[in-house]
């Protein structure tokens, strides 16, 4: 048997949960000899501790999003000097002791790292020669902030080939450790939507999970005879779900939290685009569906960098607040020739994909059963 662990960070749902999830069930659907394993490091620790962590970071980031920005691009990713800060986390022994006892405990073969925090300690452990174990990075976000971890990382596995080039050049990685995979995504939104002749266009509007963004300010715009259907995504946010019924909009439909992928990928299908956060697994179900891409709202940090890029890229449209917002969807989806140029951004960026996580790791670490050659892709 072969052992594979996942360490993603806060119990919180996340991306980074979501990117694990989509990996581990890709390989055992594949493997069964393969055991997958998911583990937060902060609530195996503690779960008090995880706890605490994460409500002072879910507070932060919504009630002093400025300074949390400022601390952001002050440790986490300096856009001129992309060395990892020592404050983060490099001189906490502690921290390295308890990632220590874990990996003694849990005996990987193999370990993936969907967050930047396990993989800058476990960088540190293989560097001091404390641990002598595979180690792959996945990457849930467009960038690469200072945090992860670069030595004594056997792979990459990054969204696209201008983040392979910034390792190369800036972090002097080889380029044979660095694979385009993309942001995972589940399997079940891998199909291309196919485009729908309704009369009505169907647009679904996702980010209300967390509480942060401008869902309801923004719906609120919409006179009652608009001209889209607006399907909203409320997650586990009971108060926006109340706040959407209470509104009593005829063309807004608040939907409960959707557990079942198959469910979720319904609603995609239904759609004509979405508006959402800039997170980076939500854009990249979106591009794997092409499914035109608005943005209503982000997180300070990371979210931003998603915007900033993938603008660059033409493969999504900010909302701009100080425009009607229905009619900012208009000027691109009633438009052949933006929304056409938009999908096709899309298809090149699909394209530009060279391999599954999944597959990676069998062919790297020989997930492959030993006894037969029948497992192949």
Known sequence: MRKVLFLPLFQMPSGHHQVADAVMDAIMERFSHVICQKIDCLSYWSKPLEQMISSIYMKWISVFPKQFEKFYYGHVYKKNDHTMDDFVVKKWPIIEYHMKKLIDAEQPDV??????????????????GIIDLPIINVYTDFLVSDVWGKNGIELHCVPDQDTKAFLQN?????ESSIYVTGIPVHKAFLKRRIDHLMPQKHILIAGGNSGLGN??????????NCTYMYYVLCGKNKKLYQELVKLNHPKVKAVRYVKSREKMNDLYEGADAI??????????????????????????????INIEYLKEKELLIPLNDGEAFEQQLKNILENDVKRNRLIKRMDEYVDSLEVKVDRVLADHFKLYRYETSQNQF
């Open 215 to 224: 869902v309801r300010k923004m719906l609120q715009q919409l006179p009652q």
């Open 170 to 174: 800036v972090h002097g990685v080889k």
């Open 275 to 304: 508006v959402t956060k800039a997170g980076g697994v939500t854009i990249s179900e979106a591009l794997h569906k092409r499914l035109p891409i608005f943005i209503h709202s982000s997180l300070p940090g990371q979210e931003q």
């Open 111 to 128: 370990i993936v790292c969907t967050h930047s925090f396990p993989s800058c300690v476990l960088s540190g452990l293989k560097e001091k």
